[in-house]
């Protein structure tokens, strides 16, 4: 049996007790077949807003990028970190004027891990840049990972005091600049093989909450693959602080859809359908090996039918939840 199969029945039971701060009735007790627990309604209805990374969306030009997500169902963009904003706010922000799209996240590497003090600062001053670039462009945050790989090589921190470090320090000066700048940092939870700590949703929107104002938290489904005993309970414990969502098949990293079996999201759907969620869900993940020679990519015209075909099963999901 699966450890996701094994544990889910309890997992929504206990979700109050993953959260520390929310009253939840489970179902049963609730009286629902459906097997969702009962929470306040939220203020406005969720909505799916799908979105596509930058490097995953048809296209040359910005325009052509914008016009393919409109034309196919999208409503949000994700765009890459490094020195991409800053190069192309001005751009960005005159080809986004006048569409419905909306500009979700950054996403690029991070890692606040190292000992040298100098070296923690040179990344959080890599950052403040950016984060100005996606104020002027109104996006909803900067994608962060406090660490990544082994914390027991020489020159890094113990996973105790990177915690002490990000929240009180290095997270914290980011986030009060995000917040400044009118957008946030946006923690993400890795799986184990890829980070010492920071690996489920509640934890990440614990840290949030530490760190306060400017400080989100993003939910990946691939990494919660691993990592969370119900999808749905993640995202419930996260609540108001989920600000984006990361999606990709669940039998391997790559667009939704060519292992339809295996990629099922209605649990997860329905915890964001609690939570109100109104924040993008992006696709993160790679394209299929290509069955005539798979030293090459498939033809673009095959990415745009599984991106087409992505969208179908994601809104048919949805509406299930």
């Given at each position: ?5 094994f ?16 009253r ?5 007790q ?6 969702m627990?009962?929470?306040?309604s ?5 909505e799916?807003?799908?979105c ?5 969306i048809?296209?040359e030009s ?10 196919n ?13 800053m ?10 004027r006048g ?7 950054a996403?690029g ?10 070296k923690r600062?040179?990344e959080?001053q890599?950052?403040?840049?950016v ?7 109104k ?7 406090p ?8 020159g890094?921190?113990s ?16 986030a009060?600049h995000?917040?400044k700048?009118g ?7 890795l799986?184990?093989?890829?980070t ?6 509640a ?5 949030a909450?530490?760190?306060g ?7 990946d ?16 414990c996260?609540g108001?602080l ?14 939704p ?23 993008a869900?992006s ?22 039918r ?10 048919e ?5």
């Amino acid at each position: 049996m699966k450890r996701r199969d094994f544990v889910t029945t309890s997992a929504v039971a206990s979700v109050a007790a993953w959260c520390g701060t929310r009253r939840v009735a489970a179902a049963g007790q609730a009286g629902e077949a459906s097997g969702m627990p009962k929470l306040a309604s939220p203020e406005k209805p969720a909505e799916l807003n799908l979105c596509l990374q930058w490097w995953a969306i048809p296209g040359e030009s910005i325009a052509e990028k914008l016009d393919f997500l409109e034309a196919n169902g999208f409503a949000a963009v994700e765009i890459p970190s490094g020195d991409w904003p800053m190069k192309n706010a001005d751009a960005m922000i005159e080809a986004m004027r006048g569409r419905k799209l909306f500009l979700a996240t950054a996403c690029g590497p991070s890692d606040f891990s190292y000992a040298d003090p100098a070296k923690r600062e040179a990344e959080v001053q890599k950052f403040l840049p950016v984060l100005e670039a996606l104020g002027r462009m109104k996006s909803v945050g900067l994608i962060l990972c406090p660490a990544r790989g082994k914390l027991s090589e020489p020159g890094h921190l113990s996973g105790k005091e990177l915690r002490k470090d990000f929240v009180e320090n290095t997270g914290k000066r980011l986030a009060e600049h995000a917040a400044k700048h009118g957008t946030a940092i946006v923690l993400e939870p890795l799986r184990r093989n890829e980070t010492p700590f920071l690996r489920q949703v509640a934890d990440g929107a614990r840290m949030a909450a530490d760190i306060g104002r400017g400080a989100t938290v993003m939910g990946d489904f691939w990494h919660m693959g691993l990592e969370e005993t119900s999808f749905m309970g993640a995202f419930i414990c996260a609540g108001k602080l989920l600000s984006h969502v990361h999606i990709a098949g669940l039998k391997e990293r790559i667009i939704p859809g060519v292992h339809p079996e295996a990629d099922q999201y209605v649990d997860g759907f329905k915890g964001l359908k609690l939570i109100g969620y109104r924040g993008a869900v992006s696709f993160e993940g790679g394209w299929p090996k290509n069955p005539a020679d798979s030293k090459k990519e498939i033809p673009q015209e095959e990415k745009t039918r599984l991106i087409r075909n992505m969208v179908k099963l994601l809104r048919e999901q949805w509406a299930m939840a």
